[in-house]
């Protein structure tokens, strides 16, 4: 927001050097940085009469505007001071102070007509300011208002349009406020007092025997009208340094009237708009300016509806720039390339898209039939195709250097001849398919991921078919090859067989040889032994024989002992009972 602090002191718009009008562009861009709708006040009047007094009180300040303390004209070309309006919330008032009309060192009274008339072109209220009263004089010195309908028009119409044009200018023009300065008369009409509005309407009004038409324009040409008549603020000396002087040493009236006059600026002055009702902002007055000013000097005379075209044409091509610097703005921080389809991205155009064409209704104006609002449609469009080419160039990218990434391996090993083997062709499929499901698994690929693989696949044709080829010639020569390996391990398996038959017709021989010889031999040990066993048995039955005649021999003796035992115990008996004989006897 930008206030008063940013402009200290007025600084000069149109500046007017030798009769040449010449826009200022530090005032230009010190004025484009108001973005508030403007309240502008542009004064205008014979030089010497107070005006940039006025102006500064409009201000706020005792100084700022130039008063000058000569009989020379101080203020050249136009002055402006933004300030912010003292009761209007978030406007700003622009107070225009303009060279004083008709200084007798110009000596050409027709830059003080275009002075006239651009202040009229560019406020919505202007002042006129003069001394004295109301009179024939007055009516005279204002004759610039006269020369209005030469000096601008309404619209592009031709002369025989020109009553029609003067009626469209009645409400473009703005409200009238005439001041008059060091009024010493009572303000009666006809013997009856009189507010200064009566005063100003009364001293319009035709008279017999004057000039009526300056007076007829403003009835014309200016609805409102108000009138401020001020006493001589001062005397003598006082007033070649009025600006140094406080409220109490001013005359009374003069103070009470300097104080309506402001509080009527305050309340009633109506913010500037354009045809249509359009508010007026610093960009938009700076655009006036400079379009009037370059009519005035080419030698055109300024037209109010070019004027408002040429501005419409400005805002409305800077309103379609930032509109669409905001979709472009969106849509990059809402976007992230690649998208995985395509309904994402319009997704984020159509809210993209309504925000930027919101923001142009808001800041454009007079777009007649759309033609911005369509261009700016048509930008958004074309945009969009960028950023659907956009899309697609970053999927293509992002999958191109997966595919390189996933497969290098395979082609490296390619390279190398790894599949060209038996088999190889098979070997070289699965791992593509392996390969295919890893980039598949990959994110983020976005629109082109299949048709990228498709295309590297299709160019991968060639290789996957000359291993197809090799595999086969490499598959045939190694059935031939097993073939006849086959054929001489059939042939060295008979071999082995029928050496293996011979060897075991020889090992069954030598076991026929063994067995017989095995049993020669046992049959000769069982001659042997059936020989040693008849020799045992004849042996065994001699022995037997000898045993036998030898127990008979023992049993003989053994009974011939037992005889002779039993003989000797009969004995023994016998002599035991011939002893118990003896005894008994005894």
Request: with cysteine.
């Amino acid at each position: 927001m930008f206030g008063a602090h940013l402009m200290r002191a007025p600084i000069c718009l149109i500046e007017n050097s030798n009769g040449q009008f010449v826009v200022n562009q530090k005032a230009l861009r010190v004025l484009r940085k108001f973005t508030q709708p403007l309240v502008v006040v542009a004064i205008v009047g014979l030089y010497r009469t107070g005006k940039s007094y006025l102006m500064n009180k409009l201000a706020g300040r005792r100084t700022g505007f130039s008063l000058g303390s000569t009989v020379q004209s101080h203020t050249k070309g136009i002055w402006m001071w933004c300030v912010p309006h003292p009761t209007k919330p978030n406007h700003t008032l622009v107070l225009l102070d303009t060279e004083g009309l008709g200084d007798v060192e110009k000596g050409d009274n027709k830059n003080d007509t275009w002075i006239f008339a651009l202040a009229v072109l560019l406020c919505s209220t202007f002042v006129y300011n003069s001394m004295g009263t109301i009179d024939q004089q007055a009516m005279e010195d204002i004759y610039y208002v006269t020369e209005l309908t030469d000096k601008i028009k309404a619209k592009s119409s031709s002369r025989t349009e020109q009553m029609d044009d003067s009626m469209e200018l009645v409400s473009l023009f703005p409200d009238f406020v005439w001041t008059v300065r060091d009024f010493i008369l009572e303000l009666e009409i006809d013997g009856q007092p009189a507010t200064p509005d009566q005063y100003l309407e009364n001293a319009l009004k035709p008279k017999k025997g004057t000039s009526e038409e300056a007076g007829m324009c403003i009835q014309k040409f200016f609805r409102n009208k108000n009138c401020f008549v001020f006493a001589p603020p001062a005397y003598g000396k006082k007033l070649l340094k009025i600006e140094q002087l406080h409220d109490d040493e001013l005359d009374a009236d003069f103070v009470k009237s300097a104080e309506n006059f402001r509080n009527h600026i305050y309340n009633k002055a109506k913010a500037k708009t354009l045809p249509g009702g359009a508010m007026v902002n610093g960009p938009r007055l700076g655009n006036l300016v400079v379009n009037y000013v370059e009519a005035i000097t080419s030698g055109d005379i300024p037209c109010m509806e070019n004027a408002v075209l040429a501005l419409a044409e400005l805002e409305n091509s800077a309103a379609v720039q930032k509109a669409f610097a905001v979709y472009e703005k969106m849509m990059r921080q809402g976007i992230q390339f690649p998208t995985e389809t395509i309904q994402e991205l319009l997704r984020l155009h159509d809210i993209c898209e309504r925000e930027a064409i919101n923001v142009f209704i808001k800041d454009s104006f007079k777009d007649v039939d759309q033609k911005f609002q369509k261009a700016l449609e048509n930008r958004l469009k074309a945009k969009l195709d960028e950023f659907c080419k956009q899309n697609e160039r970053e999927s293509r990218d992002r999958c191109t250097a997966l595919l390189q990434d996933i497969f290098r391996p395979l082609e490296e090993a390619v390279k190398q001849s790894a599949f060209s083997k038996p088999g190889g062709y098979d070997i070289y499929l699965q791992q593509m398919r392996e390969l295919q499901k890893k980039y598949n698994q990959q994110p983020k690929k976005g629109i082109q991921a299949n048709k990228i693989l498709e295309e590297y696949l299709k160019s991968k044709e060639t290789v996957a078919d000359a291993i197809k080829q090799a595999d086969q010639r490499l598959t045939k020569k190694e059935n031939q090859r097993r073939e006849q390996e086959r054929q001489a391990q059939a042939a060295a398996e008979a071999a082995r067989r029928m050496e293996m038959a011979l060897r075991r017709q020889e090992e069954i021989n030598r076991a026929i040889q063994r067995r017989q010889e095995k049993e020669r031999r046992q049959m000769f040990e069982r001659m042997k032994a059936e020989n040693r066993r008849l020799l045992e048995e004849q042996k065994r039955a001699r022995i037997r024989k000898l045993e036998e005649e030898a127990r008979r021999i023992q049993e003989e003796q053994r009974r011939a002992m037992a005889e002779q035992e039993q003989q000797l115990q009969e004995l023994q008996q016998q002599y035991d009972n011939r002893s118990s004989d003896s005894c008994t006897i005894l």
